[in-house]
């Protein structure tokens, strides 16, 4: 018989060590080539090993979950600083639009009851704009 080592992890999975901790008579004959079959026999009436960490497969899927989770947060924040940027420009060009609207000549007042198609545009595009933001920030 073998002893192998045995270390329980903190995600209570319990991992024998791949080779013993000290091979057996028999285990020696067969490396030595002077036995047919080798040892086989697990024995793990050993004191068990505590790890204070997870076993390879828990740590891994901990790993996938955590990088899963950073780039969904990382694409959200991306997605937030354009829809901020889209924002802003649509202000910047409202800005704009308005800064010119207040040159137009007293004879093209009239016109200004109509609206402009642009503006509308844009002012239905800034509002659609919020209610993204305001989507993503309930998030
Ligand atoms: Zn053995
Ligand atoms: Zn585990």
């Given at each position: 018989?073998?002893?192998?080592?045995?270390?329980?992890?903190?995600?209570?999975?319990?991992?024998?060590?791949?080779?013993?901790?000290?091979?057996?008579?028999?285990?020696?004959?067969?490396?030595s080539g002077a036995a047919k079959e080798p040892c086989g026999i697990v024995e793990t009436h050993r004191p068990t090993i505590r790890i204070p960490k997870q076993c390879g497969p828990c740590e891994a899927k901990k790993m996938s979950t955590d990088q899963t989770l950073a780039f969904v947060k990382k694409r959200m924040a991306s997605l937030r600083t354009c829809l901020n940027e889209r924002h802003n420009g649509c202000m910047k060009r409202l800005d704009e639009a308005g800064a010119k609207r207040e040159k137009v000549p007293e004879t093209a007042k009239t016109a200004e009851k109509i609206e402009d198609p642009a503006q509308a545009f844009l002012r239905k595009k800034m509002m659609e704009d919020d209610s993204h933001l305001m989507m993503l920030s309930s998030l």
């Open positions: 018989m073998c002893p192998y080592r045995r270390s329980l992890y903190s995600c209570n999975h319990a991992q024998l060590s791949s080779e013993p901790v000290k091979p057996c008579q028999a285990q020696k004959n067969y490396d």
